[in-house]
């Protein structure tokens, strides 16, 4: 009989412990014993060195990914007669050693406020690689920004063009800037809405921006590089993308008519699979179309083609990215107004919303597998569930896993590479998990696991050596 609690899109796998490439790190596998392995390390040896829950890199599949998304985009530049810049959105998952890898690949870099800019200077990017966002940036942020000679500021509202003019003179600089538009598009995975999102935070209005320009081009420390625009996250389909370049082009157009607009900038936002029933777009089809619309657009329009930026995150290090989590109990709880076969059996790991917020936050799916072994046990359904005390505390949703998941079995979760541990917390005082990147056989650190002495040395009223 079959379980009323599977949704529709949950298909039970004929084998339980196969790999789907398209949600896993491409150097993930099974050992001989059965164990999933990253970068050819098993699982239990990672555990073993850096404990669970365990955020786990694939450093190969990363480089690969960078590699292929500037590809993609330059390519479906260079076919329309122009170049594509892009820009890892560093928010997506940031450490010094992430920099490092995007600079080694000759990426630019996206930072959002001044400790994601004080990560990548720490990491040694130039500056000029550098774009800087964010909707209230102090004036600290900004003055940080400019001194650090950044490639690009992007201005959020009209507040921002005297404050970053100010700062940009007082250290008698000439600060490159974009300004972020507000095209009423929002696009999320499957569909998006042409008209339906002006009402939000980020960016100045469609009708606004030419005002906007003449102010940025009237002050002699800026210079105005472009338009930009990001028009939501984990997306599918092209539409959405495509509406949004319509639309600043035809602003773009008519700021030509007073100066120059060397670029224009169309964020990020290409969507990853995190179950087997997503189905994006490849980034590079998606990019070619993206680059002819611009381009045919261009033409009715009788302008040049600009240079294009892009601003991918997810899609470069979400899939590169799994975590790893002990299994501490395990309840099957019936349904009883459901039916008879109305079961689910609830997993609860070491780990939760601290270290993956985003079930919590979007009631994002994911999917997980049994990493420590293999099992040919028939399957049940399954959410895999955290430790902290809110009954939304979901890591994975719905899930088919073995019906013999046993206690200290160890679960990976894949494509977590992105917004997990940048969102992370410590909710519940769960201090924070490792990052650790895999390679070739080898892992090294690269954020170390928080300890409780961690989150109580921020407490100005422990005294230690009490605990
Ligand atoms: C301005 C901007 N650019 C790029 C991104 C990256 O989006 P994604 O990771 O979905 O590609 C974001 C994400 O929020 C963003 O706000």
């Known amino acids: 009989m079959k379980n009323p609690l599977t949704p529709k899109w949950l298909e039970t796998a004929s084998d339980l412990s196969a790999l789907d490439a398209r949600i896993w790190p491409r150097t993930a596998g099974r050992t001989e014993r059965g164990e999933i392995s990253i970068g050819s390390i098993p699982a239990s040896e990672l555990v073993r060195q850096f404990g669970t829950p365990l955020y786990v890199v694939d450093q190969e599949d990363f480089e690969a990914r960078l590699m292929m998304a500037k590809r993609a985009f330059s390519d479906a530049a260079s076919k329309i007669g122009t170049t ?5 959105a560093s928010k997506a998952l940031l450490t010094t050693d992430v920099v490092r890898w995007v600079d080694q690949a000759d990426l630019s870099i996206d930072v959002s406020t001044g400790g994601e800019l004080a990560v990548a200077l720490a990491a040694g990017i130039d500056g000029s690689r550098i774009g800087m966002h964010g ?11 400019v001194s650090a000679n950044v490639g690009a500021i992007v201005i959020d509202s009209e507040l921002e063009i005297e404050r970053i003019a100010s700062i940009a003179g007082a250290q008698d600089k000439i600060q490159p800037v974009r300004l972020r538009v507000n095209t009423g598009v929002h696009a999320h995975t499957h569909e998006y809405l ?11 209005a469609l009708v606004d921006v030419e005002e906007m320009v003449e102010k940025i081009r ?22 959405g993308f495509l509406a949004a370049a319509e639309r600043l082009l035809d602003v773009h157009a008519k700021l ?13 936002g290409f969507g ?29 329009l009788g302008i040049p083609v600009p240079k294009l930026a892009f601003e991918p995150g997810r899609v470069i290090a979400g899939p590169a990215g799994i975590t790893l989590y002990s299994v501490g109990t395990i309840k099957d709880v019936a349904i009883s107004d459901q039916g008879p076969a109305a079961t689910r059996k609830y997993v609860s790991v070491d780990g939760g919303m601290s270290d993956n917020a985003r079930p919590a936050l979007y009631e994002a799916e994911y999917s ?6 293999e099992s040919n046990h028939e399957g049940a359904l399954s959410r895999v569930v955290g430790k902290h005390c809110e009954s939304g505390d979901i890591v994975v949703r719905h899930c088919v896993l073995p019906s013999d998941i046993a206690v200290n079995d160890l679960i990976a979760v894949p494509a977590t590479g992105a917004y997990c541990f940048s969102l992370s917390s410590n909710y519940n005082f769960l201090p924070r998990p490792a990052v650790v990147a895999v390679k070739q056989g080898s892992a090294h650190l690269l954020v170390r696991a928080e300890t409780e002495q961690d989150l109580l040395g921020r407490d100005a009223g422990y005294v230690p050596g009490e605990v």
């Open 84 to 88: 594509a810049k892009t820009y890892y």
């Open 135 to 145: 909707n209230n940036k102090s004036l600290v942020e900004i003055g940080r920004a």
């Open 194 to 204: 042409a008209t339906a999102r002006e009402d939000q935070k980020f960016g100045i």
């Open 218 to 239: 009237s002050h002699s420390h800026l210079k105005f590089l472009g338009l930009h625009s990001h028009i939501g996250s984990q997306i599918f389909v092209v539409d």
């Open 256 to 268: 030509l008519i007073n100066g120059e607009v060397p670029e224009l900038n169309l964020g990020g």
């Open 272 to 300: 990853i699979s995190y179950t087997q029933a997503d189905r994006p777009q490849e980034l590079s089809e998606l990019a070619t179309r993206i680059a002819n619309a611009v381009a045919q657009k261009c033409e009715a």
């Open 368 to 373: 997980a597998l049994i990493a420590s072994r």
